[in-house]
């Protein structure tokens, strides 16, 4: 269980978990950012450790300095997977559904010899009832509510330091063969070789891609992000295809898919909806990762297109 700040959203998570008492349970906290933070910070860990009253090993790791967005999550599943073979993680602001914790649990052991599989995640922003299975799989991992195992987390690599020569290669054709999805995702991948403090998940989303791994995924949603907000450290707003998500319960005992085969029509609408990938979305990635890296255009550039731009905006307004 991965925590900070927000006393509201662990709450709500927390009661979740309570509800299932688990026997084990891990909590991880990023150190504050600065002393204004630090108060926001130990409410939050003295709400847990108080909260507690099943039956349940809890362990602790409270980190006094701050790692960030990236390294500080990454540190914390490090940390679980050096104690356990196989678990769920959960972040504060992602509330599941009292079905995603067994769902996760019969697949961790049913997909637990099986290679091909990489994650089990509760999130699809796409459910479709209907669907004659419980669950199906997909290329793409969205790690909101998440689950996986030690030998599969071990690829994980944060400086992605094989990517210049992974780059050169068409490793990316086992992904998708559309051409402007392969540039989104190169560019994605510059940016966060150059800056791997920016995240910790992309890391591993590439190493999913790299070793070909696949992401089971139920047919309805079992989690929903509630940590949008001005709080919020990377999802401030509410994007339009989310607005109307609701959380859902899969039914029980599951039905199982006769054949691992991947969910082409889930995959695209993950592309074009979810990551929202198209010609202007990838050439702004590209115009800003090329900012990032060129710091005189950044600094002297950039204000200049900011001015003429607002000042244009102003007169034709």
């Not at 989310?242 to 993950?270: A, C, M, Q, S, T």
């Amino acid at each position: 269980f991965v925590v900070y700040k927000r006393l509201d959203t662990t709450k709500k998570v927390f009661e979740q978990i309570k509800k299932v008492k688990p026997i084990k349970l891990y909590v991880a906290s990023d150190g504050p950012r600065n002393e204004a933070e630090k108060e926001k910070v130990m409410q939050v860990r003295n709400f847990i450790i108080n909260n507690v009253d099943w039956k349940c090993d809890v362990k602790t790791r409270f980190r006094d300095k701050n790692l960030g967005v990236g390294f500080g999550p990454n540190d914390a599943i490090d940390w679980f997977f050096s104690h356990e073979e196989e678990g769920i993680i959960l972040e504060h602001d992602c509330l599941p559904s009292i079905s995603f914790f067994h769902f996760c649990s019969e697949l961790l052991d049913k997909y637990r010899n099986n290679k091909k599989i990489g994650v089990i995640q509760g999130f699809n922003p796409f459910p479709k009832k209907d669907y004659p299975y419980s669950y199906f799989f997909s290329k793409y991992d969205l790690k909101w509510g998440w689950a996986t195992w030690r030998d599969r987390w071990q690829y994980q690599d944060m400086y992605t330091k094989d990517w210049p020569h992974t780059k050169k290669t068409d490793f990316l054709d086992m992904i998708t063969k559309d051409n402007v999805v392969k540039l989104f995702w190169i560019t994605v991948f510059d940016q966060i070789h150059k800056n791997p403090s920016l995240a910790w998940d992309t890391q591993f989303t590439y190493q999913l891609f790299k070793k070909n791994l696949l992401t089971i995924t139920p047919k309805q949603n079992l989690i929903l992000n509630i940590g949008y907000g001005k709080e919020a450290t990377n999802t401030t707003w509410v994007p339009a295809h989310l607005k109307g998500l609701k959380l859902e319960e899969l039914d029980f005992p599951l039905v199982h898919p006769e054949d691992i085969k991947i969910n082409e029509e889930y995959d695209r609408l993950i592309e074009k909806v979810q990551f929202n990938i198209n010609h202007l979305s990838v050439l702004r990635r590209k115009f800003r990762n090329f900012l990032e890296s060129n710091k005189f255009l950044r600094d002297n550039f950039l204000p200049l297109f900011l001015f003429l731009y607002r000042s244009y905006k102003k007169f034709k307004g």
